[in-house]
């Protein structure tokens, strides 16, 4: 579980589902849809990157991020 420290909201199904439906987003974009800042977004991403759960892509100086299982059939970029 991956939780903003105040609240304890976990923040990994409803990441998952927003990747599912809308891949290719950059943190800030993330962290807006979820309601928190970009930092903390960040370092959840990156668990999730080590977990295998996310993959992302470098464009310029930003990370685009996407499920991990959407790169792994047809819709690979």
Request: proline residues 4%; positive net charge.
């Amino acid at each position: 579980m991956i939780t903003n420290g105040n609240d304890k909201t976990d923040f990994t199904p409803k990441l998952k589902e927003i990747l599912s439906k809308e891949p290719g987003l950059s943190v800030k974009e993330i962290a807006e849809k979820l309601g928190t800042n970009r930092q903390f977004m960040a370092g959840v991403l990156k668990v999730l990157e080590e977990r295998g759960e996310v993959t992302y892509r470098q464009v310029g100086p930003a990370r685009i991020y996407y499920a991990a299982s959407f790169t792994k059939g047809k819709n690979h970029w």
